[in-house]
């Protein structure tokens, strides 16, 4: 089409066929012996091990003496058209007519447990599809409070979880979601900001405003997930459930001194939530502890109608003596005596 010959010039040829005029000049280079001998290589690996991304190629050719940049390795892998296999269904995807909240933890100090809770959903394989994830951690001590795992990615599960989390340990002051459509839903939105805590949510695509949530998807995956082939929902709710219960409870971590995160929430509560939080005596074993929970009882306690007929005993105007209430005045007797005032109290 282009004649170099001609008596036009090669710019002029172009303007008339109306085509760019550095696309008459340039011409692609062919592909290098190394490269071809490179490429080779990377399809032999990409067929014993399809799951391995550029990153983990690099690091499998450098231990074996070839030593190329991640970026020519993604470049050759397009080239021939392969990539790494890994399902990755959208679990954030932004629903435009809801409402997005700011993020609140720049530049927050976490040290407490029940200060920041953060709300995230990953996807489990599965031998035949996937099913989601979501749960609820505490950032200071990465304690999962409340976890689920569903066919569908609904707002539902994520307040379901939530209320779970407000029954067992309280509210937070501050939940951290990304964008998701099923966090900025009205329905888990309502149940947030109803209780009095402030709603947090990432920015957009800055993964490492949630990056706790994201080491403990990688922890749960890595280490257990991916060393199984779940057959059905059903066995797959019960083995990340025994999992986390493990991680919880025995799995030591680096970060937390060594610590279990069951310890480290405990260790970083602060008294009076963790008096309000302690099992009460009539729980039934296994119960969660019930925040702010207080039965009624029909008649005072002998010993409260002994001490109130006292002359020994003097007690200011509106208070009276209760019991089973939370151990402020010592943490080992849980079912001490406690003084509390009386709204009704007769004059």
Not at 271 to 288: D, H, N, S, V
Request: aromatic share 8%; charged share 25%.
């Amino acid at each position: 089409m282009i004649d170099r010959d001609h008596r036009l010039s090669v710019a002029r040829q172009a303007k008339l066929l109306q085509i760019s005029r550095g696309a008459v000049y340039y011409r692609p280079r062919p592909t290098s012996d190394a490269d071809l001998a490179l490429m080779r290589r990377i399809d032999e690996l990409h067929l014993e091990h399809p799951f391995m991304d550029a990153r983990m190629l690099r690091c499998v050719l450098a231990r074996q003496g070839i030593f190329v940049g991640r970026r020519h390795l993604g470049t050759l892998m397009q080239r021939m058209g392969i990539e790494a296999l890994c399902p990755q269904p959208g679990t954030s995807q932004r629903h435009r007519q809801h409402k997005v909240y700011p993020y609140l933890l720049r530049k927050v100090a976490i040290g407490r447990a029940n200060q920041v809770w953060a709300l995230d959903t990953t996807y489990i394989p599965m031998a035949r599809g996937f099913v989601y994830l979501t749960a609820v951690v505490d950032v200071a001590s990465r304690k999962v409070l409340a976890h689920k795992v569903a066919i569908t990615l609904e707002a539902c599960h994520a307040h379901e979880i939530l209320e779970q989390a407000f029954a067992r340990y309280g509210v937070p002051e501050i939940v951290n979601t990304d964008q998701g459509s099923q966090f900025t839903a009205e329905e888990f939105t309502h149940a947030v900001l109803s209780r009095g805590a402030r709603l947090s949510m990432d920015g957009k695509g800055a993964w490492r405003d949630n990056v706790f949530v994201e080491r403990l998807w990688r922890t749960i995956k890595y280490e257990r997930v991916y060393l199984r082939a779940y057959d059905g929902v059903t066995a797959a709710k019960t083995d990340i459930a025994q999992f986390i219960d493990w991680y919880n409870t025995e799995r030591p971590h680096s970060s937390l001194d060594d610590q279990t995160p069951e310890q480290t929430y405990w260790a970083l509560l602060p008294a009076l939530q963790e008096a309000a939080l302690t099992e009460k005596p009539w729980c039934a074993p296994g119960c969660p502890p019930r925040l702010g929970v207080r039965r009624k009882r029909r008649t005072p306690p002998r010993t409260l109608l002994h001490l109130s007929q006292s002359p020994a005993v003097s007690l200011p105007l509106g208070v009276k003596l209760f019991r089973r209430a939370k151990p402020l005045l010592s943490a080992d007797d849980r079912c001490g005596w406690s003084l509390g005032l009386d709204s009704d109290a007769d004059h």
